[in-house]
């Protein structure tokens, strides 16, 4: 790591995330050297990017001083600054060199003059532990600061580089010295990237070599959905032990947990308790929003080992509270979500407390701390892959909450992009899904799924109508509302063949098919109204719309969203099985009403034949022309394992950008984009349905863009969300501009799908997906 002059460095990250005027963190010599200059990250730049900053340093570690202004030593004060903007290094030039002996500790504190704008990125590891080393120092976990010597937010990593230069060594003791961490190099952390796990500033000697270092391999931390527990499987590829596991629960409080272990896949077990073995239970405080929980060793009642090439399912659990956080997520149960070279950790389920019900296609927020073992001396018990067979899970339940969201975007959730059932996965666990495995999980029967549209909110009323459009035979199981109010409430439902146009206020042609008296679920959570207050099954068949009425009698508190840039009657959300409509907001009973609403709204229901699913990977696919879409794919910018896929036979197509390499763990500097085209064939008039879906960037929008062309006319396109958020990933906005379905006229028909990141800055996790149905 040497530039052209005589100096070396050593980054942290450059994730951004998080800003602040400040930051501070710890450093640990690993040989006599010079600091001369830090590098640091921030978006100004232009006329704002000319700024003053200030350089602090301190002996010893920096926690516990945050706000003790007195213990610190000023390095430069008023110094100014250029700013260079998003994704590149902001120079801080030292006026006097920072000198560190081999083994020193020292911390520093870097902070702007009244402006919030120093980068730095939420870290999961504590606070002076290990981030990033190599053969000269260690960057050690600090804070975020508020300008000056004022607030501090803790754990948090500071994005930028220290420029050094070494000291020629003048002879002496060669005994290494006792530094804070192991000496293993490349410690950045990130999600999906091992790291070993730091020790803390009080205890500063290095761990032997016969002790393994802990190493940590993270899930993802976004939350999105709470409950009581959540099931993974962890997939060893080597002999290995699971010391401790964290989890993400927003809770603050004593929280009992307890911990489950099953051979083998846990699949078609999650409601057997019969089968799973209690292997760790205590009781520690919840860490809190945004901070991980610690299930430690000592919680374990024997070591945890899972052998080479075996498979384990976990589940975790809390007891007495409904508080675990995990995320839905586009893959299907068994696959891969991340892995190192050690472990593989697998998608799983939502659960209900003690083995209820249980939620398909759920990432447990988790890190999983574990290390390697050579079985030959190590005691405890073992692990054997199992060959039992992939049984289809039970129907999951209409329990499962929603955690509440940010206040400026009350209970908002991605719109599903399709069925949610609880797929059939392989027993080894693979990326992408063979054209058998999707028909399977897609097509399973009598299984409960799900399609929604918003939760937005916004506006509220008495009640909302809607349609739904059937392409297969569906039974209605639950109709999920969204309201604020938690009082008991009068609930009437009324459907109509045809569709509820023109008959808003037309009582008469109505049927009252439901009535409940149900406790609402309150603010940030959905409102069940479940097919026990049915008067009879709401049975749909393939081909036909229907019209739904859903009120409160007593009550305008039912949540609707406005959808200027849409019709009533055009398709808000679809998927294989039906397409949910725009409709209007009602006054009750069959009152005043306005146009273009949608209904906060999730329908859940199973399909009830067979040989009506829609069959993704079969030529007899009903409603379908053909058998299968080619497409010619052309990509730029991008290595080989991203860019465009495609899977059901063509009927999905996805782009996926290679993360930047501003973002951690990315490399790609490039703007990456493609085009895929294909030519299909109609024998008459045909409806074609097209949903864009996926997850971008959310620092700006207009700079990833997928649009969907129909013989040469623009009819949809999909862009980042703009929230100021570097390197993170959001849902994408949606623009139809013409509705779904689009109405084909018998021949040939040109489809064009181009994609483009823009530029090479903040894409991680990012991809953009359509989904094509016909009619």
């Keep these: 790591q040497k530039n052209e002059r005589t100096e070396f460095f050593l980054d942290s990250l450059w994730s951004g995330g998080l800003k602040s005027s400040g930051t501070m963190f710890g450093l640990v010599a690993k040989q006599d050297i010079d600091i001369t200059a830090f590098d640091f990250h921030t978006t100004l730049k232009g006329n704002e990017g000319f700024q003053y900053i200030e350089v602090y340093e301190k002996d010893g570690s920096h926690i ?80 975020g ?51 070993p796990e730091s020790q803390s500033e009080s205890q500063p000697n290095l761990p032997s070599p016969a002790t393994p270092a802990r190493t940590f391999l993270t899930t993802l931390w976004n939350g999105g959905i709470k409950n009581s527990g959540s099931m993974f499987g962890v997939v060893a590829k080597g002999n290995i032990q699971i010391e401790t596991i964290q989890i993400n629960t927003p809770f603050t409080g004593l929280i009992h947990f307890e911990v489950f272990m099953i051979e083998g896949s846990f699949q078609g077990n999650e409601r057997n308790p019969d089968v799973w073995s ?5 009781q520690v405080q919840g860490g809190g929003e945004g901070r991980p929980t610690i299930i430690p060793p000592e919680a374990f009642f024997q070591d945890f080992i899972v ?81 039992k067979a992939q049984n289809t899970p039970a129907p999951s339940s209409l329990s499962e909450q929603r955690q509440s969201i940010a206040t400026s975007r009350p209970t908002t959730s991605e719109p599903s992009s399709g ?45 909302a109508m809607f349609d739904i459009v059937t392409k297969t035979d569906i039974k209605v199981n639950a109709f999920l509302i969204n309201t604020p109010s938690t009082d008991l409430i009068d ?31 309150g603010e940030g959570l959905q409102t069940i109204i479940g097919s026990e207050h049915f008067h009879q099954d709401i049975n749909l068949l393939s081909r036909q719309m229907t019209g739904f009425y859903i009120t409160m009698k007593n009550s305008p508190e039912l949540r609707y969203t406005p959808v200027g840039d849409k019709r009533t009657g055009d398709v808000f959300n679809a998927n294989f099985d039906l397409a949910l409509l725009i409709g209007t907001g009602n006054a009750y009973p069959f009152g005043n009403y306005w146009t273009e609403r949608m209904i906060n709204l999730g329908v859940q229901y199973e399909r009830v034949s067979e040989s009506n699913a829609v069959e993704i990977a079969s030529a007899s696919m009903a409603g379908q022309p053909f058998a299968s879409i080619n497409w010619d794919l052309e990509q730029t910018g991008a ?21 930047s390499y501003i973002c951690q763990g990315g490399t790609n500097s490039m703007t990456q984009s493609g085009q895929a085209t294909a030519v299909i064939s109609v024998p008459g008039p045909t409806q074609l349905y097209f949903n864009l879906r996926g997850q971008g960037e959310q620092f700006e929008t207009g700079y990833e863009m997928m649009t969907l062309e129909i013989d040469g006319n623009v009819v949809a396109k999909a862009t980042s969300e703009a929230l100021g958020n570097e390197c993170s990933v959001g849902p994408v906005v949606i623009t139809n501009e013409v509705p779904s379905p689009f109405f084909l006229d018998p021949g040939h028909h040109d489809l064009t799908l ?14 953009y997906e359509l989904e094509l149905s016909f009619a």
């Design 64 to 143: 516990g001083s945050e706000q003790n202004e007195a213990s610190w030593r000023t390095v430069a004060h008023n110094l100014p600054i250029e700013s260079k903007g998003r994704g590149e290094a902001t120079r801080i030039q030292l006026p006097s060199k920072i000198q560190m002996k081999r083994g020193e500790t020292k911390s520093i504190y870097l902070t702007l003059k009244g402006i919030e704008e120093l980068r730095y990125t939420a870290v999961m590891q504590r606070m002076g532990s290990v981030f990033s080393e190599n053969d000269d120092l260690q960057i050690l976990v600090g804070s």
């Design 145 to 195: 600061n508020s300008y000056r010597f004022s607030d501090v937010y803790p754990q948090r990593m500071w994005n930028g580089r220290v420029i050094l230069e070494k000291v020629p060594s003048t002879g002496g003791s060669v005994n290494e010295p006792a530094l804070n961490e192991n000496t293993s190099s490349g410690a950045n952390s990130n999600a999906g990237v091992a790291s």
């Design 278 to 282: 209690l292997i760790a239970k205590t």
């Design 307 to 387: 052998k080479r090439r075996s498979t384990v399912g976990v589940y975790v659990t809390m007891k007495y509270r409904p508080e675990l956080r995990y995320s839905p997520v586009q893959e299907s149960v068994g696959d891969i979500y991340v892995e190192n070279s050690d472990i593989a950790v697998l998608v799983g389920t939502g659960n209900d407390a003690d083995f209820g019900h249980f939620y398909p296609q759920r990432m447990t927020n988790v890190g999983i701390g574990y290390k390697t073992v050579d079985l030959e001396v190590v005691s405890g018990g073992s692990s054997q892959e199992s060959d």
């Design 419 to 463: 069925p949610t059932a609880a797929p059939i996965s392989p027993s080894t666990p693979t990326y992408n899904s063979s054209p058998t495995q999707i028909l399977t999980s897609l097509n399973p029967t009598n299984q409960v799924l799900s399609l929604e549209t918003t939760w937005d909110g916004y506006v509220k009323n008495n009640g």
């Design 491 to 521: 609930f009437e439902i009324y459907s109509i063949s045809g569709g509820h146009r023109g008959n808003e206020q037309l009582s008469a042609a109505w049927s009252l098919v439901a009535s409940a008296q149900i406790i609402g679920g």
């Design 639 to 659: 290595a080989n394992s991203f860019g465009w896929t495609t899977r059901s036979n063509g009927f999905v197509v996805r782009y996926s950008a290679e993360p």
């Design 754 to 767: 181009s994609f483009t990141t823009g530029d090479g800055f903040d894409h991680i996790g990012v991809y």
